[in-house]
């Protein structure tokens, strides 16, 4: 809490509260106008400042602000596969996402609707990498670099993929007194 003179200068910091709230004791000069401005970094003030003039003591001069927390400053990344990329051969795709640095801050899996989601919990403003991973799957770009806007906007990234097929087996049994001379090379 920031207590200013009519000049503009500083002549009070508050930065603990008493049971009746932020006090300068008597300490201001009578009669005179400040004007108070709170400052949290965490919040948003409704007035954001107030003109006061301060009566003498033993008078008191009250003031009162609402506040608001601010909002997160978090964004949200939607990742997109074709759903044939999402689970191959029993495996299911990941989204590494890498920061700045390199580092693998999150493994998103998909939701029961195939979506890879980070939720608002990814700082935004923030280059990201993400990485698609599954072994039996080559990806499309195989990285994307993304910066991530802050919730409520949504970055979104999209891959394509290429997969190997399922791979079968067959087994066909004879009796051994056909085996000689049957034809047993690979087509």
Known sequence: MYIYNSRGQVVKTLTSMTSQGFDTGCTLDSNQEYNVVPKNDQFDFSPSSRNVEVRACPDITRLSFQCTQKPDKNGRIVAKLPSDCIAVQGVTTVINIYNQSGSLIEVLKP????????????????????????????FSPSRQSVTVKCCPDITTATFQCSCEKEKGRLIVRMDSSCIPGTISEGV
């Open 111 to 138: 939701d029961s609707s195939g979506t890879y989601d980070t939720g608002c919990r990814i700082p935004c403003n923030q280059t990201y990498t993400l990485v698609p991973q599954n072994d039996h799957c080559s």
